[in-house]
């Protein structure tokens, strides 16, 4: 299951993971390359053979829940600076 998020910009976006080094993000459409390692594939052993897989794929739906939970601690970390930066300006600005 493919899960879309919206952007700020109003985008979908897909929510990806990398096997390489788990860096999880959204883009519009599965990247061939990491944008945190850079790396494009990555050697998995199955059996006696080694097959050569893309690094990047679809998030699984536990890593969606992370991603989203740190993504929205981030939002409200973001959200509570601006209002003490306000605040701050607010206070110099009374004196
Ligand atoms: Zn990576």
Same mark, same amino acid.
């Given at each position: 299951m493919i899960e879309l998020i919206n952007t700020k910009d109003g985008e979908l976006h897909m929510i990806c993971t990398c096997d390489n080094?788990?860096? #999880?993000?959204?883009?519009?459409?599965?990247? #061939?390359?990491c944008p945190d390692c850079g790396k494009e594939t990555r050697s998995h052993k199955v059996g006696s053979r080694i097959v050569s897989l893309t690094c990047v794929r679809e998030a699984t739906e536990a890593e969606i829940d992370c991603y989203k939970r740190i993504r929205r601690e981030l939002a409200e970390e973001e959200s509570q600076a601006a209002a003490a930066a306000a605040l701050s300006k607010n206070l110099k600005a009374l004196g």
């Open positions: 080094c788990h860096y #999880t993000f959204e883009c519009p459409k599965l990247p #061939t390359r």
